[in-house]
């Protein structure tokens, strides 16, 4: 089945600086790569998606990209912010069904 | 718009007790899904059901059960809790097709005596 690998496990960035958060695939014929953030104590929530037949994706602050060929995809977010601060978690879809399975997260810590 | 819904918030069982936590969407979504939420491992799939009348193990099944009571209602049973099961639970839920991003529901935090 489908394995997915996130670094790095703790990242730490003063405000305005970037971050990015890499993770890679095993299955190729997986098609669809979400990204969750998830504040302490609360539910994930979907912060942006990519799916296999785009490369790019950009929404404000929060980019992913994917190289299928490498079978990875990164999260870069710009112009961080303290309310960033949170774990975040990637996933990626078994192939001909939306199950997704998950990253073991990466905890983002922006400092002022 | 109430999303996804799970009972309880909390629960501390002693070893070998028995419980269902609840789940309950209201988005008209096919599909649900059962997660436990351990340190450093991420979400593990427990259960899922692709649509009304089906259900299927995902990572980490054992000691675990579901029913999906109808298209609303997915929940999950541990019969005789064990202290490895004590986690955060997490229900959610998707459409089958076009949007596949998941919804979750607020969690249940288990602790097993």
């Known amino acids: 089945g489908e394995n997915v690998e996130q670094h790095p496990s703790t990242l730490s960035v003063q405000e305005g600086d970037s971050a990015v958060i890499k993770c890679t695939y095993s299955?190729?014929?997986?098609?669809?790569f979400p990204w969750y953030k998830q504040e302490l104590g609360k539910r994930p929530q979907l912060i942006i998606d990519?799916?296999?037949?785009?490369g790019e994706k950009k929404d404000q602050r929060i980019a992913v990209t994917l190289n299928k060929t490498a079978k990875h995809f990164s999260l870069h977010i710009t112009e961080t912010q303290p309310e960033d601060s949170a774990v975040y978690f990637c996933?990626?879809?078994?192939?001909?069904?939306?199950?997704?399975?998950f990253g073991t997260g990466t905890r983002l810590l922006v400092s002022p | 718009n109430a999303g996804v819904t799970q009972t309880p918030k909390f629960q501390v069982l002693k070893t070998g007790q028995s419980m269902t936590l609840q789940c309950a969407q209201d988005?008209?979504?096919?599909?649900m899904y059962w997660y436990r939420q351990d340190p450093g491992m991420g979400l593990r799939l427990i259960y899922y059901?692709?649509?009304?009348?089906?259900?299927d193990k995902g990572e980490v099944p054992n000691g675990y059960n579901v029913s999906r009571l109808n298209k609303r209602e997915f929940s999950l049973r541990l019969e005789s809790a064990a202290p490895s099961q004590t986690s955060v639970y997490f229900c959610?839920?998707?459409?089958?097709?076009?949007?596949?991003?998941?919804?979750f529901g607020s969690g249940t935090r288990l602790t097993v005596v």
């Open positions: 959610a839920s998707s459409e089958f097709t076009g949007d596949y991003g998941y919804t």
């Open positions: 299955d190729s014929a997986s098609n669809y």
């Open positions: 990519i799916r296999s037949n785009v």
């Open positions: 996933a990626a879809s078994e192939s001909g069904f939306q199950k997704l399975v």
């Open positions: 988005m008209n979504h096919n599909s």
């Open positions: 059901s692709a649509s009304e009348g089906t259900t």
